[in-house]
């Protein structure tokens, strides 16, 4: 490293809305002789601790005004972070106007994200929006040659360490990372705010969309091992693994989460309050799905329905984990289990699996809250609004003679619920509450019903059964059949009731069909793909 590379510090601007660790670093800072120029309270917090800093309304000569709006905004400021020292032009006007040489800036930002996530009133939003803040910070970050900016306290920390490794001094690597940091920073920020007017607007496609988000785990690599990858959490507050805490087993990887968030958005489509629901998922396809009275029993069930893709699956559940579903997770290899919450005796019997990841979200994602999606494409993003579509029985339409009995209904709801997340071509067979066969991904949906049938047919052989749990199923598609012959399937199967959106031009020869059959068939109006 050059000697040229390195500035000393002798000046910092302090001003941050966290204050953790605040005076314990600006200790630091001050035992190694740094003046420190702070505002508002952080200045006040500052000084109660007994550390000398000075008002920056008196280097600006202009004071604090508009309840604080209008502080830093000022030349003297912006002047101090922006002046090269390399250059007699910035030199001669920092001496002629009285500016000073600003080495250190640390300003953490207005609580924006978790102002609105806490469900403010749009006008403490909108107070919550950091102006100066990220003028100062984009300021230093644009002079990182000569400044550091520092946007938390682990920058400084950053920032501490090599002014020891370099008797007070930082490196311009050190000094370019935090840059670069900061600009992705404000960045995120104003990706929030603009986000929340959109919203505020409901505006679903406005001129210009930003997202962003805060490291959350680098990863080991993505989908595949020459692929590299990294989790960044975005400012919504969905429970799910962003906000899941890790209660043990080895660091998550790309594929982990992918689908450990298929199965917990599964999970959520159904009322805790109501059954236990149990989902496992292989390669973000739901593999069984179960529903029972007690947790353990859902589990059992979910497995059953296809024990063989179940090995080394991701499971889900609705309720927190109790010990007794621990010890049946224990018995075989899983690599994931994503729950709201566990209690101390379930973690205690999965601690016994120590490679297993065990996640716990703190609550249940609602299916019906909205939000946005992305996919990426070459040289741009495609975004929809989440897939909130949901029906009830009363908004189904009977189109055969015959109408679905009860227990149909309820198994009719359960395989919309789970085909509405299941890979396009889809078709889901269930029976008394638990997925029986599951075709997915297919380029044709009369080979997703077939499909779905073998699979229940491996898994009737697999558990010593009879015959496959698709005889006196139902069966649901996530989008209409374009032919009969997908309905002849669904026969063949041993389906007695089938749900799907209807809209085909061929409507009335797959209904003549289902009568033809005795099957019972309901249209939604309504079609899931998901590719």
Request: aromatic fraction near 6%; charged fraction near 25%.
């Amino acid at each position: 490293m050059s000697a040229m590379d390195l500035v000393p510090i002798r000046r910092a601007l302090i001003s941050v809305s966290d204050k953790t660790g605040l005076i314990e670093r600006a200790t630091k800072l001050r035992d190694a002789g740094v003046e420190i120029l702070s505002t508002g309270g952080t200045l006040r917090a500052l000084n109660d601790a007994g550390l000398e800093a000075r008002d920056v309304a008196e280097v600006t000569e202009f004071p604090e005004m508009m309840d604080g709006r209008l502080k830093t905004l000022h030349p003297r400021v912006h002047g101090g972070l922006l002046g090269r020292r390399d250059h007699p032009e910035d030199r001669d006007a920092m001496t002629e106007h009285g500016i000073p040489h600003i080495d250190l800036l640390y300003v953490n930002l207005y609580p924006f994200e978790d102002t609105v996530a806490r469900g403010a009133d749009e006008a403490t939003c909108v107070e919550n929006i950091d102006i100066g803040g990220p003028a100062m910070i984009r300021a230093a970050a644009k002079n990182h040659a000569w400044v550091n900016v520092c946007v938390d306290g682990t920058d400084l920390d950053h920032v501490l360490a090599d002014m020891d490794a370099n008797e007070g001094s930082t490196s311009l690597d050190l000094r370019k990372r935090l840059a670069a940091k900061a600009y992705a920073r404000t960045a995120a920020y104003d990706a929030a705010i603009s986000g929340w007017f959109a919203d505020q607007l409901d505006t679903p496609a406005p001129d210009f969309r930003a997202f962003g988000g805060g490291l959350q785990q680098a990863l080991r690599y993505g989908e595949n091992p020459h692929q590299r990858a990294a989790f960044y959490a975005s400012s919504e507050t969905r429970p799910g693994i962003a906000t899941a805490r890790q209660a043990q087993g080895k660091a998550l990887s790309y594929n982990n989460l992918a689908d450990a968030d298929a199965a917990f958005e599964l999970a959520g489509e159904f009322d805790p309050a109501d059954r236990a629901a149990v989902v496992i998922v292989k390669h973000a396809n739901p593999c069984g799905v179960a529903q029972h009275e007690t947790l353990a029993g859902a589990y059992e069930k979910a497995f059953a329905a296809d024990p063989i893709s179940a090995f080394g699956g991701i499971v889900a559940m609705n309720r927190p984990l109790d010990a007794e579903t621990a010890g049946e997770l224990v018995k075989i290899f899983t690599e994931v289990v994503i729950a709201p919450a566990a209690d101390e005796d379930a973690l205690a019997v999965l601690s016994a699996k120590s490679n297993l990841r065990v996640l716990l979200t703190g609550g249940m994602p609602d299916p019906a809250q909205s939000g946005w999606l992305t996919k990426t494409v070459a040289g741009g993003l495609l975004v929809q609004e989440r897939d909130i579509g949901s029906v009830t029985a009363d908004q189904l339409k009977t189109v055969t003679q015959r109408e679905p009995s009860e227990a149909e209904l309820r198994d009719l709801l359960f395989a919309w619920k789970v085909v509405k997340h299941v890979k396009s071509n889809a078709i889901v067979y269930a029976q008394n509450g638990v997925t029986a066969g599951i075709g997915m991904g297919q380029t044709s949906r009369l080979e997703a019903a077939r499909l779905a049938v073998r699979k229940a047919e491996a898994t009737a052989e697999e558990n010593g059964w009879d015959t496959a749990r698709t005889k006196g199923s139902v069966c649901a598609s996530d989008a209409f059949f374009p032919f009969a012959d997908g309905l002849h399937a669904a026969a063949e199967a041993g389906a007695t009731a089938v749900i799907q959106p209807g809209g085909s031009i061929r409507d009335e020869e797959v209904i003549a069909a289902a009568d033809e059959a005795g099957i019972a068939m309901v249209f939604t109006g309504m079609r899931h793909f998901r590719h």
